[in-house]
Nanobody
Framework: AQFEESGGGSGQAGGTLRLSCTASGFDVGGWIMSWHRQAPGKEREWVAVIRRLGGTTKYAESVKGRCTISRDNAKDTGYLQMNNMTPEYTATYYC?????????????????WGKGTLVTVAS
């Protein structure tokens, strides 16, 4: 599996960004997909997850109400829309897919990670 994230950048608090993730090397439409982030000096954390057909999503409490995860299986691409960002959103953002045997309730990812896309939010 391969993941290529894009769309990051710098902005002010309250701003908006839309991140994209193009996946390859597997049947993208057949897997739960997710977004994760790693802030400077911190461990990587899960942000949001979406079912194969996009009908069910879950979010970390820290982004609930400010972020929307979506996907376009025809394009093998996932998205993370981030609105009203805060400086705490400063991080490198990554996407991944469910590991074998994972469900949206008991979720784990593959060992494959892309390079991520950097988001910097100033106060």
């Amino acid at each position: 599996a391969q993941f290529e994230e894009s769309g990051g950048g710098s902005g002010q608090a309250g701003g908006t960004l839309r991140l994209s993730c193009t996946a390859s090397g597997f049947d993208v439409g057949g897997w739960i997909m997710s977004w994760h982030r790693q802030a400077p000096g911190k461990e990587r954390e899960w942000v949001a997850v979406i079912r194969r057909l996009g009908g069910t999503t879950k979010y970390a409490e820290s982004v609930k109400g400010r972020c929307t995860i979506s996907r376009d299986n025809a394009k093998d691409t996932g998205y993370l829309q981030m609105n009203n960002m805060t400086p705490e959103y400063t991080a490198t953002y990554y996407c991944n897919r469910a590991g074998v045997g994972a469900s949206i309730e008991y979720y784990h990812v593959t060992e494959y990670w892309g390079k991520g896309t950097l988001v910097t939010v100033a106060s």
